[in-house]
Nanobody, 114 residues
């Protein structure tokens, strides 16, 4: 059974920073793409950032220059460093892994106050 466990969410003031972590456990030895999605109240889930097995990254335009995705394959962990946070970044953030099936975490709440 595969489990993805996120941590690092919380409440922060605008301009602040948070670092999300997602640890993958279970019968997976290698990963393809890993990434983060988010869903704000009343909105559809949207892609935030992805990172390939070779380290190629992709970001949605609204977070470019502020968020950084990284991964540690040995630790089966993907990270999302979020700087210069804005109130519009408020959402539940979900970890996502393709290995080769897609797996999702349970989500972690990020709230940015103005």
């Amino acid at each position: 059974q595969v489990q993805l466990v996120e941590s690092g969410g919380g409440l922060v003031q605008a301009g602040g920073s948070l670092r999300l972590s997602c640890v993958v456990s279970g019968s997976i030895s290698s990963f393809n793409n890993m990434g983060w999605y988010r869903q704000a109240p009343g909105k559809q889930r949207e892609l935030v950032a992805t990172i390939s097995s070779r380290g190629t990254t992709n970001y949605t335009d609204s977070v470019k220059g502020r968020f950084t995705i990284s991964r540690d394959n040995a630790k089966k962990t993907v990270y999302l460093q979020m700087n210069s946070l804005k109130p519009e970044d408020t959402a539940v953030y979900y970890c996502w892994v393709v290995a080769p099936s897609a797996y999702w975490g349970q989500g972690t709440q990020v709230t940015v106050s103005s």
